[in-house]
């Protein structure tokens, strides 16, 4: 299976079991978890299935393409069924065999492995799952987001493509991974993996990134609070970009312990604060009009 | 006696709380049970990953039992010309009798106030009407380590119900019959339909025997749950897996040694099947603890040595055992992926002497107000050079070593491998130092161990790796780590709050005392650490660099360093009472010497657990003594004035033990006998005599006594029964 009939399978195995297939998130994120589709959908009582690929970027992951396993930037599927279905895991189980893995013929195990993004005031219980001792996928229900308690809980199953193609493909490193027929990961992302690792590593301004993050939360601030509302999209973007000014700053390694738990509050802070607004019972949020 | 069987049905449950799971069902539920009251014999708690299973013996029917009924007072029960009261009358109503046939009985046995009584026959509830109550409380008296929300509701009164992972069957009988149980799920915080229904079936393995998984499979007792389970690739008795796992270590080699692993298989899997993985060979020269850090943390898996090199690994499988090539080469994969990373971080760090890093700690910053990790280095160095000259707490070969370990302690810190395996910060100086032919083994040992210790218990590493002047070395640079770091956070205003302790401080602070405890170590010291002059130090490092004033800061972390002194002697087992008798000594200070301190309470414990009762009286009296007493100092008594025999008894008690000398056990020993004259003083001598003279005579004798015991402890503060 190539790593873009990996996407088909999960898009039609999960549209068929109801999910909406969105887009990614077009701002840089760190998980899957950021798309507002995930962060905002979760919160609040409005039932919601979805299932879309993220690009993530993780720019302290990047090793200038010559990692077989790490990279700067990973693709992954991330699943939202609100609320969890009581079948939630025989449902992923199927999604599997899906992807052709015969689960009587292998070791597939939930391990404990608690999931928490300190930067989105969320956290969830749940497992990694292991494939044969490989983690192929984090699988969480949603207990907080944005400092909120939730209700209902939401399924979260986020899949680590570059990974599972590497295990059904049998290759030993990520940029042998055929993407398509004809075409390897190396051609598409290697070139983008060894300048991103140059850029976070080496060329990013580490005094220009502590100012726009500082801007950034600001801009994301005033933005939520503009008077006459319905902004908070808007300044969840600024809070987006915030995270990955840390993440680049993170990877420059121009933070200190104590200077990264102060980091990590602001955005929280920030966070938090949209998904207030958000839950808030005033016109203009998500949840009572459509975008558009 | 009829057969109960439960088997909750869940999401895999964490290995490790399941033996308290298992632990905690039997106990409650013998508890509950107790309070219907049902009588339950043989109770049995069993579990895998994915249920928890309780048998037990009850019988069909609660035995009949007798309940009394108060009403009012017996006093109120008639007026002034003898007729029943309407309190009276309404009470006999309630309870269907006519007043004449009520009874007089106190509430309580033995007490004073009669009331008008009833006493009826309970007839005993059927066990099958009770026992489906006794479920939903015993689901709800579980107590887990971290409980999650999953929807639902229970209709006991008392709604949410959140649990360990979400239950998804239930299986409960009795006696082959279903005992009905619902749980509905939570729909805009309010019951809704129901989601689990208690039923007479189970599901097996996930996975196994293929084709039939995920079937229910019905089930009339707990010895056909076990052998249908069994059938179908599922060992519901954590023995038998242990069992299992244990004869395939077996094979594998006699003196395996499991890291703790074996037990945590055991509840990781439902149906153990142990397989066996290659290390290629490029790998083995690795470090060991490199190899460890990535099979056993990350992996769970069990290194196994051959010839002195780690060779293959051993994992657990939830498998029958079959497709063994496949699932190995699997793991390999994986075990291939993270030593290459380890590799490559190892052959990278080399390439740089550690010693060269210092300078690059100046860009990783300890705290955005306290500097970088160069800073910490510098200050760290110099409180080990005060230990050394100043303090005349290391000979000069030690003084040499722990200066230039103080320095290179946090150097790894900027290596690949430590970034990646944060774990093996610390460890990885020591590796790189040795590798890179730092010959002075006592630098390498004190940079990998200076993190520890952790672990508060006598005994725990670093105690058997280090010894000598390598384990006085390794004190200093750990006290210096640790004071460093409380003294910049207490001089912040970061203290820990309640449960919240983000930077670890009470950990760094116990870690300070075990070192004063246990690596000083106590027969070749000379000069012991002072724990004051320490914590001084420590905070005049940081020069004019913290927030606050030392005058406030240092009064503050001694009373922390004093506060864990505490905890940790009673952590290791002394009572309460003597470790603050001891702690409550004024002269000498706990702070000042804690490693003494803990010998005078080694002493104390022996001696008073010789004579336990002396220790009683002479406590008692000596509450009397001190809140007479108040902060008189001691002053020697004027003989000339004793008027009574007990006086002077107590006086040449006294002074015949004031002089002496030796160990603190003899000293306690001999202390002790000073009850009989102490007691008979309190009996014969009014102290508070109303000559002024006679009275403040008194009382120095008094004072006089109870120094003698606080250059050891204050037995005052010595409880009657402990």
């Known amino acids: 299976m190539t790593l873009q009939e990996i996407l088909f399978a999960l898009e039609r195995y999960w549209s068929d079991r109801g999910c909406l297939i969105h887009q990614p998130w077009d ?52 699943v939202i069924l609100k609320p969890a279905p009581a079948d939630v895991q025989d449902a ?102 060894y300048q991103l690792s140059r850029y976070s590593f080496e060329l990013a301004d580490v005094e220009l990134f502590r100012e726009l993050f500082d801007k950034y939360l600001k801009e994301g601030w005033r933005t939520l609070e503009a008077p006459g509302g319905r902004s908070l999209l808007a300044a969840y973007d600024w809070c987006l970009k915030g995270s990955h000014a840390f993440n680049i700053l993170d990877a420059r390694g121009a933070i200190s312990v104590s200077q990264r738990a102060g980091m990590i509050l602001g955005i929280r802070k920030l966070a938090c604060a949209i998904a207030a607004a958000h839950v808030a019972p005033r016109e203009g949020t998500m949840v009572e009009a459509p975008r558009g | 006696m009829a057969e109960l069987l439960l088997e909750i049905g869940c999401e895999e449950i964490p290995a490790a709380w399941l033996p308290g799971l298992g632990e905690q069902l039997r106990a409650r539920f013998a508890e509950l049970a107790a309070r219907e009251p049902l009588t339950t014999s043989g ?62 009985l106190p509430k309580v046995a033995g007490g004073d106030v009669l009331y008008l009584a009833h006493t009826r026959r309970v007839e005993g509830r059927l066990a099958k009407d009770v026992l489906p109550i006794l479920v939903g409380q015993l689901l709800r008296a579980l107590a887990f ?56 079936v189970t599901f097996a393995h996930r996975f196994l025997p293929r084709g039939e998984a995920g079937r229910p499979i019905q089930v009339a007792s707990f010895a056909e749950l076990l052998a249908k389970l069994r059938e179908r690739f599922v060992l519901l008795d954590p023995e038998e897996r242990a069992v299992r796992i244990r004869e395939s270590l077996a094979e594998l080699g006699r003196s395996l040694d499991d890291h703790g692993l074996a037990s945590e298989w055991r509840d990781l899997v ?25 099979l056993v943390h990350h992996q769970k898996y069990l290194p196994i040595a051959s010839g002195g090199a780690l060779t293959r690994f051993a994992a657990v499988t939830n498998t029958d055992g079959s497709n063994v090539a496949e699932i190995t080469r699997g793991m390999e994969r994986v075990v291939v992926a993270r030593l290459r990373d380890g590799r490559f971080f190892f052959e990278e760090d080399l390439k740089r002497p550690l010693a060269e890093r210092v300078e690059d700690l100046a860009g990783v910053a300890f705290h955005q107000k306290l500097g970088s990790y160069r800073d910490k280095a510098e200050r760290m160095t110099r409180l080990v050079t005060i230990m050394g000259a100043e303090m005349g707490l290391l000979t ?11 320095l290179l302690a946090k150097a790894d810190l900027t290596t690949l491998m430590v970034r990646e395996f944060p774990e093996l910060q610390g460890i990885m100086g020591g590796i790189y130092l040795r590798a890179q032919g730092h010959g002075w083994e006592g630098v390498a040992s004190a940079v990998h161990w200076h993190y520890h210790p952790i672990s508060i218990e006598e005994g725990s590493p670093p105690a058997s790796a280090l010894a000598g002047s390598d ?66 130090a420590a905070v005049a490092g940081y020069g004019g660099g913290l927030s606050r004033t030392a005058a406030d800061v240092v009064p503050e972390l001694e009373a922390f360093l004093f506060d864990r002194l505490r905890y940790v002697l009673v952590a290791r087992g002394y009572p309460a009472d003597e470790v603050e008798a001891v702690l409550g000594a004024r002269d000498p200070d706990a702070l000042e010497n804690p490693h003494e301190a803990w010998v005078r309470l080694k002493a104390l414990h022996r001696v008073r657990q010789e004579a336990r009762e002396d220790f009683e009286h002479l406590a008692v009296a000596f509450k009397r003594a001190r809140n007479i007493l108040g902060e008189r100092r001691e002053a020697l008594p004027d003989a000339t004035l004793f008027q009574e025999e007990a006086e002077r008894l107590l006086d040449q008690a ?8 030796g160990g603190y056990e003899a000293r306690l020993r001999a202390l002790a006998s000073l009850r009989a004259p102490v007691d008979r003083f309190f009996d014969d001598v009014l102290v508070m005599a109303e000559d002024p003279k006679l009275r403040e005579n008194r009382l120095g004798l008094l004072a006089r006594t109870l120094s003698l015991f606080y250059r050891i402890a204050d037995i005052s503060k010595l409880g009657g029964q402990a």
């Open chain 2, 270 to 294: 439902e149906c153990p099947a142990v397989m066996v993985g290659g290390i290629p060979a490029e790998f083995r020269s690795l470090p060991r603890e490199v190899l460890e850090t990535v």
């Open chain 1, 92 to 193: 992923y189980l199927g999604s599997l065999v899906a992807l052709g893995i015969d689960p009587a013929a292998h070791d597939i195990r939930f391990e404990e492995d608690n999931w928490e993004s300190p930067t989105l005031g969320a956290w969830g219980i749940g497992w990694q799952v292991l494939l044969d001792g490989l983690e192929i996928t984090q699988f969480t229900y949603f207990q907080q987001a944005g400092g909120l308690d939730l209700q209902p809980i939401s399924a979260e199953i986020t899949y680590g493509l570059e990974r599972i193609a590497m295990y059904l493909q049998g290759v030993e490193d990520v940029y042998d991974v055929r993407w398509s027929k004809d075409r390897q990961y190396r051609e598409v992302r290697h070139e983008e993996e």
């Open chain 2, 471 to 536: 384990a006085t070395v390794f004190g200093a640079v750990s006290l210096a780590d640790k004071l460093d770091t409380l003294a910049g956070y207490f001089g912040l205003g970061l203290m820990p709050t309640g449960s919240s302790d983000p930077y670890g401080l009470r950990r760094a602070a116990q870690g300070v005392i075990r070192v004063l405890l246990d690596f000083w170590s106590a027969a070749e010291a000379e000069e012991r650490p002072n724990l004051r002059r320490l914590v001084a």
């Open chain 1, 27 to 78: 701002a840089e994120v760190g998980a899957g978890t950021m798309h507002p589709e995930t962060f905002l959908r979760v919160l609040g009582p409005k039932p919601w299935r979805v299932a879309y690929c993220q690009p993530t970027r993780r720019p302290a992951d990047g090793r200038y393409g010559e990692n077989p396993n790490r990279l700067y930037k990973h693709e992954q599927f991330q």
């Open chain 2, 654 to 661: 006294v002074s015949g033990l004031s002089g002496r000398d």
């Open chain 2, 396 to 406: 000069k070969p030690e003084h040499e070593a722990a200066r230039q370990a103080a």
């Open chain 2, 43 to 104: 109770l049995r708690s069993l579990w895998t990953p994915r249920r928890l299973v309780l048998v037990a013996e009850v019988p069909g029917r609660q035995e009949d039992r007798e309940e009394t009924v108060f009403g009012p007072p017996r006093s109120a029960a008639r007026d002034a010309s003898g007729a029943w009261t309407s309190a009276a009358k309404g009470f006999a109503k309630k309870v269907g009798r006519a007043p004449e046939e009520l009874l007089s």
């Open chain 2, 145 to 200: 380590p971290k409980r999650m929300s999953w929807d639902a509701w229970l209709d006991d009164g008392k709604g949410a119900f959140p649990f360990g992972r979400p239950i998804r069957w239930i299986a409960a009988l009795l006696d082959g019959d279903v005992l009905p149980f619902t749980i509905y799920a939570l729909e805009n915080g309010a019951k809704s339909g129901p989601i689990v229904q208690s039923g007479n």
